[in-house]
């Protein structure tokens, strides 16, 4: 009974070390998986490397991932504090390209800066939308934003499809896709302000996301509504009794977590490829959940985070042209083997973590059997 | 049944058995010796003794983390003491799990009931064991069993009924019915007497008599000092971890064992002066209210509180206090009715009414200040502004100033006196009387026209109780309206100047606290009102809900 009272790490333990053990594991596990095809693990940690930060292309191309990551990740971070596990993040970047597609094709002859804010607007709409509507069912009627958010994503493919192959697909072009925007219209390469990048899809998107990073921190910890956000989140009833209206905070929570993933179609449609293609998303919207897991929904944590998983993406593709022997499928399995590790199984090393800081630290233990003496004491 | 000696009862002989071998010895049935239990640091048990004697009733009393809970648990095989050494019956023995407590005869029955609620009496006194594979024969001896430990000890109940149609009594004394049917001998009870009316108190005392002059013994948890004196032969005082003195419990009084208890002397009494009721503030009118099932909890209740006075509602648990207290303050939805503060309505629908209701002036100590008040996860300061975060003090415009907030959180905590003085302390690490000051700040400090408080110092230490009781005739004495509910019908009797008393859903009596006795509030308590009409056929027409 009394080895079940264990003592919160503390808070460098828990925002630092864990995740790095986790990762560590995830790169044992995956070194072992190459190892067992024959192929050096050492050399594949090395290509992964270079590949993601060896040079600015390779840089530019990880941050280029890492943007879509910091949105989906702040999505599912926002969320969280209020309790909600929105796993919608994919279905609401992907329809959220409708709303950008909307504005950018009739604007595309104006100066980018002058279509960019607007095509923000309309893509956290759209998206935000997309997020609401499950945010009202859970509010109002009492569905679970789990099970919609999911059905969600399916409706959002649905849509998508349909839309890109019977409304935004011009005639006479074969592949399922929008007209392309004018270049007037594109948002600029980052390659543009800084050389090093070369002609990488990294662009000016990237500064909104850190933006965005920075806006959700503010809003997290310094704001009365991040304040009731946090609070619902911890505790419904208590939210309940101070008169915060927990239907109100779920819909907006829900809509600002639904705009945030929708910045990804700001970033792929007039960052990147700049028309509307089919499965842009690439489940960046999955990738955000392991993202706000590992990053412990922290702006800052989110931004390490999507940076390790933009590296991930682009140094795996590249492990394929450096080593023949280890096919793309390889390179999935790895980063799934960091998404598991990191993500699904995040409190793997925690009790054993906890273990060890009460040993060495008796103090530790003492003050969580206070702690537990008080909660269930009173 | 009213020869309490049935021939042939083992336990009634076993005392003469045991005293063959050694006169000292024979008289115990628990012997800890120098038990000592550390958590890190915390040092919960230091070097304990205690002895109890074969067939009495000990009462173990000390405040919360004073070291009772843990010095039980290392009897009944929860946790494994450090040091030390258990007797049972003289010999010594090394308790590992609580199988082998009930296999050495000692049964615990705890606060919080463990039966399942869809299964009958008997089923649930067999639950968890069954002797074999089919249920049948099992549940066929446990009849039997029943029915003699019915006639023994006079628990009588019926071994069909479904647990969630008895009442709460009942249901206690299917626990103790499971511990004597796994061949308990020492009984340990948990503060049982939380739940009960007095009358089912009374009942439960005298079926604690009954097994004490059969040969069991009790040991019986409680803060309730009037219970020691009331039941117990023995009672032991803990302190901070240690025995502080064991005492016979005709030779001691209530005030001794507080100051015991606390170290310091305490006022057991509240003091006061008579109230002097102003204007009507709080005026409810017709009320009635469903709980999260769709029951009507609350039915058709009037009362006002007047400025200046104390209105205690006085009920079991369980009789619509929770409900009626959060429809009042804005957390539930009213089916119908009309609340008035100061005549004028409140409106209290939406999930934000009580926002609405404090901005109107009416300010609410919840009953569970740990589900409702307080968000143990937040820092201190958090929760010294929860459901005042709006007010312009905090920040201009969408901002929160939390340098601000935590400005008057420090202040708040000194004139409190709450402990430890951080506001930066995640609040779960507060002990629940100065939890409950965290609330009581928060509200008493916005100045509200009406405070409505529920279970004022449920879970709060002796010494905190005191600060709290006079806080709230504080605020009675500047005018105020001020709602208490309480189960303790003793802290009711003290603190209001006026009792309702709640059955059942509805106001079924009014009582002044200077002349109403406690049978009088007792009997109201469970129904019976001495009203000579319509009261009894709608009492008889009402299964007591638990």
Not at chain 2, 234 to 251: F, I, N, P, W
Request: with cysteine; hydrophobic share 50%.
């Amino acid at each position: 009974m009394s080895s079940a009272i264990l003592k919160p790490l503390p808070r460098w333990a828990d925002v630092v070390l864990l995740p790095i053990l986790n990762l560590a594991l995830a790169f044992i596990v995956s070194g072992l998986v190459v190892l067992a095809i024959g192929q050096d693990p050492l050399a594949a940690l090395n290509a992964i490397v270079t590949g993601a930060f060896g040079n600015g292309y390779n840089f530019g191309y990880t941050l280029y991932y890492s943007t879509n990551f910091m949105f989906t990740g702040l999505a599912v971070a926002v969320a969280a504090h209020a309790g909600l596990f929105n796993i919608g993040g994919n279905g609401q970047a992907y329809i959220a390209g409708l709303g950008v597609i909307a504005v950018a094709l009739p604007l595309q002859f104006l100066p980018w800066w002058i279509t960019f804010p607007i095509a923000i607007v309309a893509g956290a709409a759209v998206g935000g939308l997309w997020g609401f509507i499950p945010g009202w069912l859970q509010a109002k009627r009492g569905s679970h934003v789990v099970i919609t958010t999911i059905m969600f994503n399916f409706i959002a493919a649905a849509i998508m499809v349909y839309m890109v192959v019977n409304v935004l697909k011009p005639a006479g072009i074969l592949a399922p896709e929008s007209a392309m925007i004018a270049p007037e219209g594109r948002m600029p390469k980052l390659g543009a302000f800084i050389p090093w990048f070369k002609n990488t899809d990294v662009n000016f998107t990237l500064v909104l996301a850190l933006v965005c990073l920075v806006g959700a921190y503010i809003l997290i910890w310094h704001t009365r509504f991040g304040f009731a956000m946090r609070a619902l989140g911890q505790n419904p009833t208590a939210t309940r009794y101070a008169g915060m209206s927990n239907s109100r905070i779920i819909m907006i929570v829900m809509t600002m977590s639904g705009a945030l993933a929708g910045m990804v179609a700001v970033n792929q449609v007039v960052g990147v490829q700049y028309r509307l293609v089919l499965d842009y998303v690439a489940d960046a919207g999955f990738v955000g959940i392991a993202v706000a897991l590992m990053g412990r929904n922290h702006p800052v944590g989110i931004l390490l985070a999507a940076v390790l998983f933009g590296a991930l993406y682009q140094g795996g593709n590249e492990l394929q042209y450096v080593i023949p022997g280890l096919s793309k499928e390889m390179v999935v399995v790895i980063q799934a083997l960091v998404i598991l590790f990191t993500g699904a199984m995040e409190g793997l090393f925690r009790p054993g973590l906890q273990r060890i800081f009460m040993t060495l630290s008796p103090q530790q233990k003492a003050g969580a059997i206070e702690a537990n003496s008080v909660k269930s004491g009173s | 049944m009213s020869s309490d000696t049935p021939m042939g009862d083992p336990i009634a002989q076993r005392p003469q058995v045991a005293a063959a071998s050694s006169a000292a010895a024979s008289d115990l049935a628990i012997e800890l010796i120098g038990i000592n239990k550390r958590f890190g640091a915390v040092h919960a048990n230091k070097d304990i003794d205690l002895q109890v004697r074969r067939g009495t009733v000990h009462g173990i009393v000390g405040e919360n983390g004073a070291g009772k809970s843990t010095l039980m648990s290392i009897l009944y095989g929860f946790y494994t003491a450090d040091s030390g050494e258990i007797r049972v019956n003289g010999t010594p023995h090394a308790i590992t799990d609580s199988r082998h407590a009930l296999a050495l005869g000692i049964g615990m029955v705890h606060q919080h009931f463990m039966l399942v609620d869809n299964f009958s009496i008997l089923e649930n006194v067999v639950l968890g064991a069954e002797d074999s594979a089919m249920l049948g024969p099992s549940l066929d001896r446990a009849r039997k069993e029943l029915t003699r430990l019915a006639k023994e000890y006079r628990l009588d109940v019926n071994p069909d009924a479904i647990i969630e149609d008895v009442s709460v009594g009942t249901q206690q004394r299917v626990e103790i019915l499971k511990a004597l049917y796994r061949g308990a001998d020492v009984l340990i009870l948990d503060e049982p007497t939380g739940v009960l009316t007095p009358a089912e108190a009374d009942d439960l005392f005298r079926v604690l008599r009954t097994l004490r002059d059969q040969g069991k013994t009790i040991i019986l948890i409680t803060h309730k000092l009037r219970e020691i004196m009331a039941i117990t032969d023995y009672v032991s005082v803990m302190r901070q971890g240690a025995m502080v003195d064991t005492l016979k419990t005709s030779e001691t009084n209530p005030e001794q064992l507080a100051e015991l208890m606390v170290g310091r002397r305490v006022l057991l009494r509240v003091e006061k002066t008579a109230a002097k009721p102003g204007d009507t503030f709080l005026s409810v009118e017709n009320l009635v209210v469903k709980d999260d099932l769709g029951v009507t909890r609350v039915k058709d209740v009037s009362f006002t509180v007047r400025a200046g006075e104390i209105v205690g509602i006085a009920g079991v648990a369980g009789n619509g206090q929770s409900e009626l207290l959060e429809s009042i303050s804005g957390m539930r939805d009213q089916t119908s009715g009309i609340v008035r503060l100061k005549g004028t309505p409140l409106s209290l629908e939406g999930d934000d009414g009580a926002h609405r209701a404090r901005k109107a002036g009416l300010a609410h100590v919840p009953e569970d200040r740990q589900r409702m008040g307080l968000i143990t996860a937040f820092e201190e300061w958090e929760n010294a502004m929860l459901g005042y975060e709006d007010d312009p003090a905090y920040g201009k415009g969408i901002i929160l100033d939390s340098a601000a907030a935590q400005a008057e959180a420090r202040e708040r905590i000194k004139k409190f006196d709450i402990r430890p003085a951080n506001e930066r302390l995640k609040t779960a690490n507060f002990s629940g009387g100065n939890q409950q000051k965290i609330v009581l700040a928060r509200e008493m400090e916005r100045n509200p026209d009406v405070l409505i408080v529920g279970q004022p110092t449920r879970g709060v230490d002796i010494g905190a109780i005191e600060f709290i009781h006079n806080q709230i005739i504080k605020m009675r004495d500047a005018g105020k309206a001020i709602l208490v509910v309480s189960v303790e019908l003793d802290e009711i009797r003290s603190l209001a100047d006026r009792i309702l008393v709640m059955f059942d859903g509805q106001i079924v009596g009014e009582a002044d606290p200077a002349t109403a006795t406690e049978g009088e509030l007792g009997l109201m308590m469970a129904g019976v009102t001495d009203k000579k009409a319509a009261a009894p056929a709608r009492v008889a027409a009402q299964g007591q809900g638990s």
